[in-house]
């Protein structure tokens, strides 16, 4: 009897395994809840197509990868794909819920560097408000046009318009974009690693057309042009500026590869993104010089368990082209936003800085659906939240720097590294919030930071 049950043990063994090696052929794909998305651009995002042959394993590894892809357009709130099989054909179902693509918003927020910044400063002047009207996912392909107007302490006028998805060329995308901004106070030296403002008239005007071609899923490439004009006046003589204007054409290219299981707080998946460009000063008063982003991110979730560990990594090169006046504003817009957590107040800019960002995470509360007001749009209905608790320890080093405007900074060629703990908060529409408890051994402080993520299909 006991033999006569081994085999049965093997037989189904046997069996379940001859299953899985099966090869299944996509019979059907059908798609619910796109009530302005397009077909295609959904199909666009899937791993296989109608009737494509496929093995269970890579199947299940299909699915999952899918629901990644159509999460990362930031199109959709929900996404759910399930499938079922019969004999050896697979149909495929997939369920979306849609977003709220129209958007027309008062912007009312501090216009400091972050969040943090403005806690420290608590410079209540630098305040800006106005408006924009946001139209998302046009003619159901994905597509993206802004306008933005802004006062205040930095006024910002813009037109933006993303194309993609086009009838034959659907790997391809355009992005067209002019921008303004103005202002009555800027950043006119670093001094101590930290910002001196200037009373000065300032205007920045940057125009740029961006091609992308998307190779596949995870993988795309781009190239394109910009003109900056920056015009400042200022009769502050205890700062390095002056009266100027100044004009760049700026040629770009870059690479992107994104695999990441989520855009807001992603547990596993890698990121890769370059950028290379090269400001060329149109009229010789200021230097042109060459800059370079590189990104590299990991991410891993522990055996299934909830804990995972992040790795950030960056590294942003600037070398210029001749021995003349360095223009301080376009180094300041190539390096203000390097820093790391417990420094968002300093500045780090340097010929070559590299930094590196490193956490453990714990999903303290796994995804929750809350049910808002019925009154509210069917877009609005539904909210979910997701908590991560957080070990982190973050390093950052740069050197090499423009003489005049290195004086008294005291952290250039040295390591600079922190640690803490901290915790993060996810819910849709792209919103994370980040609460840290952070010590800074160089400074020899501990101090609470807040960061504000909204990621909400930022293109510029």
Same mark, same amino acid.
């Given at each position: 009897?006991?033999?006569?049950?081994?085999?049965?043990?093997?037989?189904?063994?046997?069996?379940?395994?001859?299953?899985?090696?099966?090869?299944?052929?996509?019979?059907?794909?059908?798609?619910?809840?796109?009530?302005?998305?397009?077909?295609?651009?959904?199909?666009?995002?899937?791993?296989?197509?109608?009737?494509?042959?496929?093995?269970?394993?890579?199947?299940?590894?299909?699915?999952?990868?899918?629901?990644?892809?159509?999460?990362?357009?930031?199109?959709?709130?929900?996404?759910?794909?399930?499938?079922?099989?019969?004999?050896?054909?697979?149909?495929?179902?997939?369920?979306?819920?849609?977003?709220?693509?129209?958007?027309?918003?008062?912007?009312?927020?501090?216009?400091?560097?972050?969040?943090?910044?403005?806690?420290?400063?608590?410079?209540?002047?630098?305040?800006?408000?106005?408006?924009?009207?946001?139209?998302?996912?046009?003619?159901?392909?994905?597509?993206?046009?802004?306008?933005?107007?802004?006062?205040?302490?930095?006024?910002?006028?813009?037109?933006?318009?993303?194309?993609?998805?086009?009838?034959?060329?659907?790997?391809?995308?355009?992005?067209?974009?002019?921008?303004?901004?103005?202002?009555?106070?800027?950043?006119?030296?670093?001094?101590?690693?930290?910002?001196?403002?200037?009373?000065?008239?300032?205007?920045?005007?940057?125009?740029?057309?961006?091609?992308?071609?998307?190779?596949?899923?995870?993988?795309?490439?781009?190239?394109?042009?910009?003109?900056?004009?920056?015009?400042?006046?200022?009769?502050?003589?205890?700062?390095?500026?002056?009266?100027?204007?100044?004009?760049?054409?700026?040629?770009?290219?870059?690479?992107?590869? =994104?695999?990441? %299981?989520?855009?807001?707080?992603?547990? @596993?998946? !890698?990121?890769? #993104? +370059? &950028?290379?460009?090269?400001?060329?000063?149109?009229?010789?008063?200021?230097?042109?010089?060459?800059?370079?982003?590189?990104?590299?991110?990991?991410?891993?979730?522990?055996?299934?368990?909830?804990?995972?560990?992040?790795?950030?990594?960056?590294?942003?090169?600037?070398?210029?082209?001749?021995?003349?006046?360095?223009?301080?504003?376009?180094?300041?817009?190539?390096?203000?936003?390097?820093?790391?957590?417990?420094?968002?107040?300093?500045?780090?800019?340097?010929?070559?800085?590299?930094?590196?960002?490193?956490?453990?995470?714990?999903?303290?509360?796994?995804?929750?659906?809350?049910?808002?007001?019925?009154?509210?749009?069917?877009?609005?209905?539904?909210?979910?939240?997701?908590?991560?608790?957080?070990?982190?320890?973050?390093?950052?080093?740069? =050197?090499?720097? %423009?003489?005049?405007?290195?004086?008294? @900074?005291? !952290?250039?060629? #040295? +390591? &600079?590294?922190?640690?803490?703990?901290?915790?993060?908060?996810?819910?849709?529409?792209?919103?994370?919030?980040?609460?840290?408890?952070?010590?800074?051994?160089?400074?020899?402080?501990?101090?609470?930071?807040?960061?504000?993520?909204?990621?909400?299909?930022?293109?510029?």
């Amino acid at each position: 009897m006991k033999n006569y049950f081994i085999i049965f043990l093997l037989f189904a063994l046997v069996l379940s395994k001859s299953a899985k090696n099966q090869n299944y052929i996509i019979s059907e794909i059908s798609i619910n809840g796109n009530n302005k998305t397009k077909k295609e651009v959904i199909l666009k995002e899937l791993c296989f197509n109608e009737k494509d042959s496929i093995d269970y394993l890579t199947l299940e590894k299909a699915i999952s990868e899918s629901k990644q892809n159509l999460l990362r357009t930031s199109l959709f709130n929900y996404v759910d794909l399930n499938y079922k099989t019969d004999e050896s054909q697979v149909f495929v179902n997939v369920n979306v819920e849609e977003r709220w693509y129209w958007w027309v918003y008062p912007i009312f927020e501090h216009g400091s560097r972050n969040l943090s910044s403005f806690i420290i400063d608590k410079d209540f002047s630098q305040i800006n408000y106005g408006g924009v009207v946001e139209l998302h996912n046009i003619k159901g392909k994905n597509n993206y046009f802004k306008i933005k107007v802004r006062g205040g302490y930095r006024q910002h006028y813009a037109l933006t318009l993303f194309l993609q998805n086009f009838e034959k060329t659907k790997n391809h995308g355009f992005k067209i974009n002019a921008e303004t901004f103005i202002q009555k106070k800027i950043i006119s030296n670093i001094l101590e690693n930290k910002a001196v403002y200037s009373l000065s008239s300032f205007l920045n005007f940057n125009s740029h057309f961006v091609y992308s071609y998307r190779i596949n899923l995870n993988n795309q490439i781009g190239l394109g042009m910009a003109y900056k004009h920056y015009w400042v006046k200022d009769n502050n003589q205890e700062t390095f500026i002056s009266n100027y204007t100044s004009y760049y054409l700026n040629p770009i290219i870059f690479y992107n590869f =994104d695999n990441r %299981n989520n855009k807001v707080y992603p547990t @596993n998946g !890698f990121l890769i #993104n +370059i &950028n290379c460009g090269y400001w060329y000063n149109l009229n010789n008063k200021f230097t042109s010089f060459i800059g370079n982003n590189f990104e590299f991110q990991i991410h891993k979730t522990i055996k299934k368990s909830r804990f995972a560990v992040h790795n950030i990594s960056s590294y942003k090169f600037y070398k210029e082209d001749k021995n003349q006046n360095t223009f301080f504003q376009t180094q300041l817009e190539f390096g203000k936003d390097f820093w790391i957590r417990g420094y968002e107040y300093f500045y780090f800019m340097g010929n070559n800085t590299v930094k590196t960002q490193n956490t453990l995470s714990f999903l303290l509360s796994k995804t929750k659906i809350h049910n808002l007001p019925k009154f509210l749009p069917n877009e609005f209905k539904k909210a979910y939240t997701k908590i991560y608790l957080e070990i982190f320890g973050d390093l950052i080093y740069t =050197d090499g720097y %423009n003489k005049t405007f290195n004086l008294n @900074n005291n !952290f250039n060629k #040295n +390591i &600079n590294y922190t640690f803490g703990i901290g915790a993060s908060f996810e819910t849709y529409y792209d919103r994370l919030l980040q609460i840290n408890l952070t010590y800074i051994p160089n400074i020899s402080k501990i101090g609470i930071f807040v960061n504000y993520k909204t990621p909400l299909i930022k293109l510029y």
